[in-house]
């Protein structure tokens, strides 16, 4: 083992504080690969720098996507010993901050920050004085302002909190359908004759006010097919709160919302989304849907559900919200002939893309340009504001994709 002797005592309980702090940063550190992490690191040693953040890299994290916050914590919890007063000087590696500016990195530093500044507002005493810089705010944006275009996977742990808080108040439009059978209405504009020669017969013959009827409408059902493989995990999440609050909304104007969600496979996630509690119902989502950050197989999945769900949800037409980035892992012979069944089954075909955040946005993809000529309309759903669109778009005509003329 090559570590310094006055630290070896510490090595465990310096690496369980920092897996600690992993896990505030929003990674799903368990205790198996904390405690491989400390054999490692007694193996490998941390004399130097890169093996001792490689060696912890390689054992604390799982997936691709957390490799950036990984790296952000590492940097602010080895860089100060006063950032955490659980650390051991002489144990500290120096570390140079090598993070580049992008709208991923930004977002790991903030839950980095976060995760590492709770309980740490106050400083020590003997801490030496700092000068204090004054801003003007007077141009400067509200910090609801800023919420409500942030990227929903560039967000902290409290700005998703805010963002639910949010999303939990939004509504969708849901006009009425209207039938083919007919309800009396004094604003009707066809003559009722059935209530009318009712009315004589109690009269005696004689006719007065001419009765008028009118179609009657029913509420509209909602069904979302939300996609909760790994690219699509930040944006599901915020989705299920979305898809709760619909759930739940006091005169929504729906008829019945259902749930599913899009993996390895297709999961129906109705009942779990109509328990009352928001965090029981995510819960319970999680548990229905064990293939959440997984991979996607877009084609299959739809083809389970209009096998084994489509008559018993759309029967009387309804309103479908497909949520996927549209990256497809199988192929698109399947995506495309279930795709069109379903938009022929619906009311209604609304896609909700978050790539559509980026201005440069091209149907690239070979899911991309098999979905978009079958979607009635094509919407962005990456943050708050783009959310409130939608609540706007839904209650106007359809609209196509602008740039179906690239296919």
């Not at 510490?10 to 992490?37: D, T, W, Y």
């Not at 490689?54 to 054992?59: E, F, H, I, Q, W």
Request: glycine letters at 6%.
């Amino acid at each position: 083992m090559h570590a310094l002797p006055d630290t070896e005592g510490k090595l465990a309980e310096n690496v369980i504080h920092f897996a600690r702090a992993l896990r505030k940063a929003g990674l799903k550190v368990g205790p198996a690969q904390v405690l491989s992490a400390i054999e490692a690191v007694e193996a490998a040693g941390f004399t130097r720098r890169d093996d001792f953040y490689n060696t912890l890299k390689a054992t604390l994290t799982v997936r691709p996507n957390e490799f950036e916050t990984f790296h952000q914590v590492f940097t602010m919890f080895w860089r100060d010993p006063e950032f955490l007063q659980k650390m051991v000087r002489s144990m500290l590696p120096l570390l140079q901050t090598m993070g580049q500016d992008t709208p991923e990195a930004k977002a790991a530093q903030r839950r980095a920050e976060e995760a590492l500044n709770e309980g740490a507002d106050e400083p020590p005493e003997d801490a030496p004085e700092r000068d204090m810089l004054e801003l003007d705010a007077q141009m400067s944006l509200s910090r609801t302002e800023v919420l409500r275009s942030l990227d929903f996977e560039q967000m902290s742990t409290a700005e998703e909190a805010e963002a639910a808080a949010a999303i939990a108040k939004l509504r969708l439009p849901a006009p009425p359908l209207k039938t083919r059978r007919m309800a009396a209405s004094h604003l009707g504009h066809r003559p009722d004759a059935r209530a009318m020669l009712r009315d004589a017969l109690r009269k005696g013959g004689e006719f007065t006010a001419l009765p008028k009827k009118a179609p009657r409408s029913r509420p509209l059902n909602l069904v979302v097919l939300c996609d909760i493989s790994g690219s699509m995990s930040a944006y599901a999440r915020m989705m299920m709160h979305f898809l709760h609050s619909l759930v739940w909304a006091p005169n929504a104007g729906w008829g019945h919302v259902h749930g599913f969600t899009m993996g390895t496979q297709l999961t129906n996630i109705s009942r779990a989304l109509h328990q009352r509690d928001v965090d029981d119902a995510l819960k319970a989502v999680g548990h229905d849907a064990p293939d959440w950050q997984g991979g996607t197989r877009l084609g299959d999945a739809l083809h389970a559900f209009n096998k084994h769900w489509s008559r018993r949800v759309l029967g009387q037409g309804a309103v479908v919200l497909l949520i996927t980035d549209g990256l497809e892992t199988g192929g698109t012979e399947t995506l495309a002939k279930e795709a069109e069944r379903l938009a022929l089954s619906c009311k209604r075909l609304v896609w909700l893309n978050p790539l559509l955040r980026f201005d440069g946005f091209a149907p690239k993809a070979a899911g991309v340009r098999t979905l978009l000529p079958l979607v009635s309309s094509f919407h962005a759903c990456h943050n708050l504001d783009s959310l409130e669109d939608l609540t706007a778009a839904l209650g106007g005509p359809s609209q196509k994709p602008l740039f179906l003329s690239q296919l």
